[in-house]
């Protein structure tokens, strides 16, 4: 019998962290799953108060939604142990909120780059500046890479669970190579999708000077709830950390639905199946 999901969130007391709570909460709710709130401390005796300031939030909760979450307080590195509390727990997502990047981050890639290259698990960020009531559009930029592929498995199954619509955003390329094969990717992926049930749509838009701008035009112009985009250390992104980068710091303030692609093989078989 398949454990019921478990909704990760890295919890510190921010607005943007209990806009993930709330993210979290709307997940568990509407896949009978439940909260993980986990706070990483830096020192042993900082362990006992902070219990009770987490149980705080808790109780500041509907007492439906107390029932759904539990707390954990860890003394640790958060950006460390992160991707390790994902494993140990079989989350099925860690929701985080964010709050950009910053300075020398947004060249060298946020903490929370750095924690999905090095995490298996799926991750749902947020920046906590829009509201999302509903999750009824998806938008996923696209390739010709098959580990474009993959990612797809994941956010199909939130679209599903949501009655929510992906739409698959293609790049027109100059190169007939490179076009054709995204054009056969996707042909694979809309089978996967018809035969799921998931409601779709198949767009391509010129890559011009900035795919990542004419992205999140095409975002805004269909009302988009979240962005989906997998991280992968090389492909059609010359620099994979500012492309995902970019998607967390979307203008928008989408949240992103995201994975490490390359651990998507490496990783437990079933790291996807239950969202």
Request: aromatic fraction near 6%.
């Amino acid at each position: 019998m398949q454990n019921a999901p478990l909704y990760l969130i890295p919890f510190d007391f921010s607005e943007v962290s209990l806009s993930a709570l709330k993210l979290g909460i709307d997940l568990a709710e509407a896949n009978n799953g439940n909260v993980m709130l986990l706070h990483i401390a830096s020192k042993q005796s900082e362990k006992k108060e902070l219990k009770k300031k987490i149980k705080a939030i808790v109780s500041e909760q509907t007492k439906d939604h107390q029932k759904l979450i539990d707390t954990r307080v860890l003394v640790g590195d958060l950006y460390e142990d992160i991707a390790k509390a994902g494993e140990l727990l079989d989350a099925s997502l860690i929701v985080m909120g964010t709050h950009g990047a910053h300075g020398f981050q947004k060249i060298f890639g946020s903490h929370a780059v750095k924690m999905i290259s090095h995490s298996s698990t799926p991750f749902l960020i947020t920046k906590g500046k829009k509201t999302v009531e509903k999750i009824k559009t998806i938008v996923l930029p696209f390739s010709f890479e098959k580990k474009t592929i993959q990612v797809i498995n994941f956010a199909a199954k939130i679209a599903k669970k949501f009655s929510a619509t992906i739409h698959l955003v293609g790049c027109h390329d100059k190169d007939e190579w490179l076009e054709k094969h995204m054009k056969n990717n996707q042909k694979i992926v809309r089978g996967h999708l018809e035969t799921n049930g998931v409601n779709h749509v198949i767009a391509n838009i010129s890559i011009g000077s900035n795919f990542e701008k004419e992205l999140m035009k095409y975002a805004e112009s269909v009302d988009a709830d979240l962005m989906a985009a997998g991280y992968y250390q090389d492909g059609i992104i010359t620099n994979p950390n500012s492309f995902i980068q970019s998607m967390i710091e979307n203008d928008l303030n989408l949240p992103l639905l995201t994975v490490n692609a390359e651990e998507l093989n490496l990783s437990k078989g079933n790291i996807v199946t239950s969202l």
